[in-house]
């Protein structure tokens, strides 16, 4: 149905952008960032001006945005000003999801507390850590962070709101590929939350990634579907359902978008972009014969898709989203007609700009 992926795309601000990078992350509440580069790339998307990488940096170092552990044990890019409301949301869900992971690596409650303690320590007073600098704090705590140890408590100290990642470390010669590790008490000054976290949820995701459903929306939170179903009917007031049988599909409350405008005819997501993962069912924008050339894998990851005329038309990759310095982002159309070579190249030309520009 074409009024599915052209309402998606708008909702996505991918054919009606917004005015600024802080803009965009308050839309789409949280930018899934698994990759730091694409989580980035994925805000300049969603921004008028094709901004570079150093603009959302810039929004980093101003305290804007952070990126965090907020939903589904995955890392996000959000508001600086909305990560506490959302992890108590989230958070405790979190903790069940990896408490197997924790007892397999011998990681308590106990072991936590005293990794928040000497964690809140070595930060107070406005310090901050690259993640190798902070796990040696925690190795000078007698807190053993070999293996994937490390990872899991600093996610831990995530999920329980005691830091988040803030500031780019500067890098030179090449884009910048790390955060400081700052306390979550002292970076972020203007916290606000809604008076109904749940239902302030559900109404961001149906205007961001709307038309969707309860089950999608299930799936992107970490929640259950029973406390997906009661966000929906707690956001009634501000999500309409649209005609249909079945399950309910809501959108935004208000009047029918406008026409969106003229947008490029291909676009060049990154991996894990919220256009395609972020539903229980993704062949809306996706046919189903393809879902497996994209992911998620058996390992988990998502490939960067090439998106025309709101579509799955193919992948793409660049040897600078890992770190090498070579040409030119490569395109993989899955279908020799999906779209013309110019269309690929001026988007792929486009993230190149962002990276180096």
């Given amino acids: 149905m074409r009024a599915l992926p052209d309402r998606r795309l708008r909702s996505h601000l991918l054919s009606a952008p917004a005015a600024s990078i802080g803009g965009a ?148 010669g090449g884009p910048t590929r790390e955060q400081y590790v700052v306390r979550t008490d002292e970076w972020i000054t203007d916290a606000a939350a809604p008076a109904d976290p749940l239902a302030e949820l559900f109404t961001r995701y149906i205007t961001s990634h709307g038309p969707a459903g309860a089950r999608d929306f299930a799936w992107w939170s970490g929640l259950p579907l029973g406390a997906a179903r009661e966000a929906a009917a707690a956001a009634s007031d501000r999500v309409s359902v649209v005609p249909g049988g079945g399950e309910p599909v809501y959108v935004a409350a208000g009047p029918a978008p406008r026409r969106a405008p003229r ?23 996706c046919a189903p014969a393809l879902l497996g050339r994209v992911g998620p894998g058996a390992n988990g990851m998502v490939r960067p898709v090439l998106v025309a005329r709101g579509e799955v038309a193919g992948a793409w990759s660049h040897s600078h989203a890992v770190g090498r310095h070579a040409g030119d982002p490569l395109p993989d159309l899955f279908t020799a007609d999906s779209a013309s070579p110019e269309q690929v190249d001026a988007a792929l030309q486009r993230y190149r700009r962002f990276l180096l520009g």
């Fill in 263 to 285: 947008m490029p005819g291909v676009l060049a997501l990154p991996p894990f972009d919220e256009y395609y993962l972020s539903y229980a069912d993704r062949t809306g924008v």
């Fill in 25 to 172: 992350a308050g839309h789409m509440t949280a930018a899934q960032a698994q990759e730091f580069w694409g989580g980035r790339w994925a805000l300049a998307l969603r921004t008028r001006g094709q901004p570079t990488l150093r603009d959302v940096d810039a929004a980093f170092d101003r305290g804007e945005i952070v990126r965090s552990w907020t939903m589904r044990g995955t890392i996000h890019i959000v508001p600086a000003r909305d990560l506490g409301w959302l992890l108590a949301l989230t958070g405790e869900r979190q903790r069940q999801g990896v408490a197997a992971t924790h007892r397999r690596e011998g990681i308590d409650a106990d072991e936590l507390r005293r990794a928040e303690r000497a964690t809140l320590t070595a930060l107070a007073g406005g310090g901050r850590l690259a993640r190798t600098e902070l796990f040696a704090v925690l190795e000078g705590a007698g807190i053993s962070t070999s293996w994937q140890r490390g990872y899991h408590l600093l996610c831990g100290l995530s999920w329980r709101g005691v830091v988040c990642q803030g500031p780019v470390v500067p890098r030179a």
